[in-house]
Every structure is written in C-alpha cells, then in structure tokens.
C-alpha cells in the first residue's frame, strides 16, 4: 500500500506564487517516476510536469518558464512551485507516482488533489 499526501494549494492572485508538496509513504522498493497532473472544471485531467529519480524532468507547453518541479528522494516527496500564476491555472492538482512494489512490481498512485484557486 502506497498513500500520496498532498499540501500547498489554496486562493491566489494572479501573478503570484504557491507551492505544492506531495509525500509518498508506504511499504515500497523504491519511487520511481512522479507528477503532477491538473483537472479544471469541465476538462479533463492534463499532465502539469513530470520528473523521474534521475532528476530528468518534462513540462506541459502552458507551463513551461512558471513551473518547477522537483524533488526529495530521500524524503520520497514531489514539489511543484508555481510562480506567475494565472486564472486558467486554476484546478485541482493531483500528485502522481510509480512505486516498485516488493511483491507486486510496479503499482501507479494518485493523490486525493489539492485545490489551486487563481483569482484575476
């Protein structure tokens, strides 16, 4: 069993910042791969970033220059800052994962999502 516990979402205007912080806890080998994904009201959910264990990371187009997605191995936690933020910014970010599992092989997690509210 694998839980991702997300933080750092909340009302902001236009132009500012915020950060979001996801911790995977468990009993797993290893987390491989993280993310984070948005769904907006009415849309479906879209990849934000993504990064590996490696460090190597990739962005959506809409965010790419704002966003910055990294992360702590040791402390098996994902952060997404977020800076010059916009009102399409607004959604529910999701924290994603792949744990390697000891008995099970890879096993993909989501968070329970965190409201990000941009106001204009």
């Known amino acids: 069993q694998v839980q991702l516990v997300e933080s750092g979402g909340g009302l902001v205007q236009a132009g500012g910042s915020l950060r979001l912080s996801c911790a995977a806890s468990?009993?797993?080998?290893?987390?491989?791969?993280m993310g984070w994904y948005r769904q907006a009201p009415g849309k479906q959910r879209e990849l934000v970033a993504r990064?590996?264990?490696?460090?190597?990371?990739n962005y959506a187009d809409s965010v790419k220059g704002r966003f910055t997605i990294s992360r702590d191995n040791a402390k098996s936690t994902v952060f997404l800052q977020m800076n010059s933020l916009k009102p399409e910014d607004t959604a529910v970010y999701y924290c994603?994962?792949?744990?390697?599992?000891?008995?099970?092989?890879?096993?993909?997690?989501w968070g329970q999502g965190t409201l990000v509210i941009v106001s204009s």
């Open positions: 468990g009993r797993f080998v290893s987390i491989n791969d």
């Open positions: 994603n994962a792949v744990a390697t599992m000891w008995s099970r092989g890879d096993l993909e997690v």
């Open positions: 990064i590996t264990s490696g460090g190597i990371t």
